[in-house]
Structure formats: C-alpha cells, structure tokens
C-alpha cells in the first residue's frame, strides 16, 4: 500500500530535549515536505527537499532542523525544543514535477507537546 | 508565491451541492490550482486539480474562468462524511513551496 508513515504518532516532551520525528515513504517521490498545524494559523511549511541531500526552507524553519540522505526518509529534528513548538505536524511527499507534481500524499500526523 | 482567499467557513444541507470560491488574483502563468480536504485529526487529502476552463472527477468540479484570478470547487450533493477544512493553493507544478492558508471549514448539516 502506497503510504507515508510518521512517528511517533504522539509525543510529550521537556523544553530543550533533543526529539526526532521520522517521516517515510514508499512510493519512490522525489519532493518531501513538513508542515506544522495549529488552530488559526493553518498549515504552514516548516521545510522541504526536492531530492536527496537537497532541502529548503519553508515559511516557519526557526527552531527545526532536516536530513535527507535517503529518498525515502525525511526526519525533522528538533534540537531543543520549546513549547512554541507544541503542534500536529505533518510529513508530505509527491513527485517533483509534472502533473502529479502538486498532488501530495500526507502522512497521519504527529502531535507533539513540549512542556 | 501566490496567496490565496477563502471563506472562512460554510454550511449546507445534506444533498445540496456546495460551491466554495478561492480568489488568487496574482497566480502566474505556469501557476495550477489545486485543492485539497482535510479532515480532523488527518493530513490534507487531494481532491482535484485544474489549469483552466473546466475540470472533473469522481469527486469534485473545479471551476476556472478566463482571467484565472479566482476558482470554484463543486461538490455535487453532499453528505455528512463532506463535513471537512477544504484548502485551496496555487502554486507551480514544479514548485516547491505550498501554502495552505487556513482553507474553509464546511459542515454539513442533517
């Protein structure tokens, strides 16, 4: 089955205690993307890679950190995270191009909780 | 990066069909538009995809004038399980950033 999987699903965490979040696929995309959720503010792109040991940028990567050395995996650091943190995230990958280039599988989510 | 304008949120009986405007007045000439659906507690779902005039599929129509500067997602006939935040983003289909905004909560009433 054609999938993205996060984990953990659920984590509750200390303010400045290193946590990685791990996101995988299995349908060979090149483009992967995080997104963090919170109530009023949407979805907003934390970072993303448009292949491996490429990545970017988002609207909101203070406080984050990614790694993509393999085409399936793409984990988001947090090397000390803050309650400002506190947030679903969510792990995304499509293709990098053509017509399927905007169409983004999203993984299950991870609610995260920093205190 | 085009923004985009949505209600914030809507409601509609069962069996109506629903038409959910996003104005994006500067999308680019490669710019698609694209929209997706959520539900609580879910990562965004795709729904539909278009360039321009018209398109459908087993779920949706999109609706795309001339001048592109805005979009009509139509959901034929609603139920319940449609009770969803619908996003709608422009955006490159090469590109690499997407903004989602705060998209426009539907919920369908009995």
């Known amino acids: 089955e054609a999938q993205v999987t996060q984990n953990p699903r659920y984590l509750i965490t200390v303010t400045g205690k290193k946590l990685t979040v791990t996101c995988s696929q299995n349908?060979?995309?090149?483009?992967m993307s995080w997104y963090r959720q919170d109530p009023g503010l949407g979805l907003r792109q934390i970072y993303y890679?448009?292949?491996?040991?490429?990545?970017d940028k988002g609207d909101v990567p203070e406080g984050y950190k990614v790694s993509r050395k393999e085409k399936r995996n793409f984990p988001l650091i947090l090397e000390s995270p803050s309650p400002n943190q506190t947030s679903l995230y969510f792990c995304?990958?499509?293709?990098?191009?053509?017509?399927?280039?905007?169409?983004?599988?999203f993984g299950p989510g991870t609610r995260l909780t920093v205190l | 990066l085009a923004k985009t304008t949505q209600p914030i949120s809507m409601d509609s009986y069962e069996g109506q069909e629903v038409n959910i405007t996003c104005s994006h007045n500067n999308i680019a000439t490669n710019d698609y538009i694209t929209w997706y659906q959520q539900f609580p507690s879910q990562g965004p779902r795709f729904i539909i995809q278009g360039y321009k005039t018209k398109v459908t599929n087993e779920v949706a129509s999109l609706f795309i004038p001339a001048d592109r500067k805005s979009s009509t997602l139509s959901l034929p006939r609603v139920s319940l399980s449609d009770t969803a935040v619908y996003y709608c983003?422009?955006?490159?289909?090469?590109?690499?950033?997407?903004?989602f905004g705060t998209g426009t909560s539907l919920t369908v009433i009995p």
């Open positions: 995304a990958s499509s293709w990098s191009s053509g017509e399927k280039g905007n169409e983004q599988f």
């Open positions: 890679s448009m292949n491996v040991e490429v990545t």
């Open positions: 349908m060979n995309h090149e483009y």
């Open positions: 983003l422009v955006g490159d289909i090469s590109g690499n950033q997407f903004y």
